[in-house]
């Protein structure tokens, strides 16, 4: 509270004229500036030795046409400083007389190199003039794409579900139609590709090597990268319009596809920020349960990582492939016996679990825990001290520690660069704070550094899941708060007011009090954050994700330049992206 | 065609077969599938290509990052607008004859994401032989489809036609 206090007053002392408001919200500090202001205050935020906010999380927009709030469009910024652990958002209201094309907002790439992407995505999908963007044009959607897809009348779209299968009616002569001619080539290149004197070359989207649809336009002098530019948005499946138009559980199933490695950590960042914003507390007991599940999924997602780096940057190592799957598989069966979904899980609700543990899990999860220790000595030792492994990944990708913060980098890459960044640490949400673990990190900052602390990671996860699972409180697994969960089956037989509140749940769903907050939780990747607009509906009507994977793939370009074209490999590895969560 | 097969018998056994049968034969064992994985159902493809459910005894494990050297198509996931020429131009580089599995709810009808963004359904870009329904279909599922396919493979009549 003091360090929230401290950042409003310096604020207002500084720049008199720049603050429109401040107010304070579930804990989040929100101050709404003037747009004029925004660099100043954005250049003071960051280098203030009182304030510090050194990294900027997350840059989005939001359409408040169906609000009823002059001017329509607002850019939100969340911040955050590292050193001083404290956060505050930014709403920039952006006047616009409807004439232009767009509303203008200056951009703050060159204070946060990181709101390079961020305002591309803002610009395709909600349409914002970033002014001093250094190249802004579509980023998710395609080129030639019209209209912007979250401004609030652009219509969510897709088709008729036809349940006929009668493709010769004409009530479905349009099916398909949505389906665009396609650009082979990008129309122009990135900026500063010389193709005169280097080779540019294509790498993806369809390439084993890319985890998914990623295309890389590389830009080559021989065998040596110059730049390295990511073409995304491959895999753009709307999300967050899909969100803005459901209930707030019923997002919950959605989480699990973005990045569908690790499924059970999406669904606990959303349910904790779903559950900020309504206020609910959780009982102990499935506060533990999410624990064990996120920290199982952890190791999941680091051994489909290991997996497949392993894979791609030496193809001798294709048995570890095996074995890390072979010993995923035994983590999908504890979720299979818990929750029926081996990928797309869906474990958790909003109040707590959808259902308690079965009786026989805290013993599957030990047998897990005893194998994978064992196996995992094993990998270690085929690895860490392999010549190859270690000749293909030390020195490669070096990121410096002020250049990662300023790209916005999180999760495995930025402790691998010496910042013992961990929210679990530093602001522990869902109980971390009750177990023993050390955040690992390395100074090197390079695709081994990143190698070890992931690996370094796993030992702690087995050691967290190994005191839950040890000290399993009793108790009730969701919140008995029956505006937010329904009521357990036979009280419906003996309770009228069970009765209604079944009713009001299922028909209606729970309705947030208006406001906005920020959530987020450490994913395998990074930070995962959620920033949820209610206005007092059942829907919430603005849901903005911060893919940590997005954001940490910005840095392929820094990392890469220098080395050569087969490190590109290493290095798309050892960012550990899913495209699901980069293009959303 | 088999013969000497079976030492036992000491004469030359006779098959009496069409060149059709032999061919379809040869190649429903013999799927090779493109490294292709779009989303979450790809996880599950990687999945059937792991030691516990190892596609390997269908046959079909012989995944090829190049489109040019594969015959099956399993597109796993949803196809965006963004996608939707790659999969296509992904398709016509395949040489023939070759089959797609559509794996999932979102390739063959949209699935989940009835929005903007995805093809509601990869049949209106490229024909599909197998459908898989499933947000993922397990492994099994994949499988069978794999079956399904090889039967039809199987039943196919006349060589040379573009099918
Ligand atoms: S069908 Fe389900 S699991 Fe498969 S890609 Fe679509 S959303 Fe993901």
Request: proline share 7%; with cysteine; charged share 25%.
């Amino acid at each position: 509270m003091n360090g929230s206090d401290t950042t409003a007053d310096v604020l207002k002392a500084r720049f008199p004229l720049a603050v429109e408001g401040v107010s304070t919200f579930r804990s989040d500090l929100v101050i709404t500036l003037k747009r004029e202001f925004l660099r100043d205050v954005a250049r003071m935020l960051r280098d203030d030795p009182r304030l510090r906010y050194n990294l900027l999380l997350d840059l989005t927009a939001v359409d408040r046409l169906k609000l009823g709030i002059t001017p329509r469009f607002a850019t939100v910024y969340q911040l955050y400083s590292i050193p001083r652990n404290q956060a505050v958002r930014l709403i920039v209201p952006l006047p616009w007389d409807g004439e232009t094309e767009m509303p203008v907002c200056p951009s703050v790439t060159d204070i946060w190199p990181t709101a390079d992407w961020l305002e591309r995505e803002v610009y395709d999908l909600i349409g914002i003039h970033f002014e001093g963007h250094p190249w802004l044009r579509r980023i998710l959607m395609p080129e030639n794409w019209v209209g912007h897809p979250l401004r609030k009348d652009y219509p969510l779209g897709g088709e008729p579900v036809n349940f006929s299968g009668d493709r010769d009616n004409p009530r479905f002569a349009h099916l398909g139609q949505q389906i665009m001619e396609g650009l082979s080539f990008p129309s122009e290149l990135p900026p500063g590709v010389d193709p005169e004197n280097h080779m540019v070359i294509n790498l993806g989207p369809q390439h084993p090597a890319t985890h998914g649809v990623l295309r890389v336009v590389a830009e080559l002098a021989g065998e040596q990268i110059v730049s390295a530019h990511c073409d995304v948005g491959y895999l753009h499946s709307g999300f967050e319009k899909t969100g803005e138009s459901k209930r707030y559980e019923k997002f919950i199933p959605y989480t699990d596809r973005m990045d569908y490695l690790s499924g059970m950590n999406n669904n606990l960042a959303y349910v904790l920020t779903v559950e900020k914003l309504l206020g609910v507390e959780v009982p102990l007991r499935a506060q533990y349960v999410r624990v064990i599940l996120a920290e199982l999924q952890r190791l999941g997602s680091h051994l489909f990582w290991l997996a497949t780096h392993a894979h791609d940057v030496s193809g001798t190592i294709h048995s570890l492939l095996m074995y890390c799957l072979r010993d995923r598989e035994m983590i999908l069966d504890i979720f299979e016996m818990f929750c029926g979904g081996r990928v797309t899980v869906t474990g958790m609700c909003v109040g707590g679990l959808r259902q308690d543990i079965p009786p026989a899990f805290p013993e599957a999860v030990k047998v897990f825990l005893r194998e994978f220790r064992k196996r995992f000595k094993e990998y270690d030792a085929m690895l860490t001290r392999n010549p190859i492994w270690v000749a293909r990944s030390q020195g490669i990708g070096y990121l410096a520690p002020e250049e990662a913060i300023a790209l916005g980098i999180t999760g495995p890459m930025l402790r691998a660069a010496g910042i013992p960044l961990d929210l679990r640490k530093v602001q522990p949400y869902s109980s971390y704070d009750h177990f023993e673990f050390e955040v690992p990190t390395a100074t090197e900052s390079d695709c081994y550094a990143r190698y070890l602390v992931r690996m370094r990671e796993m030992e702690q996860s087995a050691r967290i899941i190994e005191q839950a699972i040890n000290r399993l409180p009793g108790g009730p697994f969701r919140t008995a708060d029956r505006k937010v969960v329904l009521p357990p089956r036979p009280e419906l037989d003996t309770s009228m007011e069970a009765v209604i509140h079944h009713f009001k749940l299922v028909t209606e769903g729970y309705k947030p009090p208006p406001g906005d907050v920020y959530g987020m939780a450490e994913n395998p990747k990074g930070i995962l954050g959620f920033y949820l607009v209610s206005d007092g509906s059942a829907i919430p009507y603005r849901l903005h994700i911060r893919g940590p994977s997005f954001v940490n793939l910005q840095a392929l370009d820094t990392m890469a330049r220098g080395h050569l074209l087969s490190d590109l490999i290493t290095l798309i590895g050892s960012v550990d992206i899913v495209l699901g969560e980069v293009d959303r | 065609m088999l013969q000497g097969q079976d030492g036992r018998s000491g004469s030359l056994g006779i098959l009496l077969t069409t060149l059709e049968q032999v061919v379809n034969w040869g190649r429903k064992y013999s799927l090779w599938p493109m490294t292709f994985g779009l989303a979450c159902c790809a996880m599950e493809m990687i999945a059937a290509g792991a030691p516990r459910f190892d596609i390997a005894r269908f046959g079909a494990e012989v995944f090829r990052g190049s489109p040019r050297q594969c015959d099956l198509m399993i597109v796993s996931g949803r196809v965006s607008n963004k996608m939707a020429p790659v999969v296509k131009r992904l398709y016509e580089q395949m040489p023939y004859p070759k089959w797609v599995i559509a794996m999932g709810d979102c390739s063959s009808v949209g699935g989940p994401f009835n929005n903007y963004a995805i093809v509601q359904g990869v049949d209106k870009l490229i024909p599909v032989d197998v459908y898989v329904p499933g947000c993922p279909p397990r492994p099994e599922a994949l499988l069978d489809a794999i079956v399904k396919l090889q039967e039809k493979i199987q039943r196919h009549e006349k060589l040379g036609d573009r099918l």
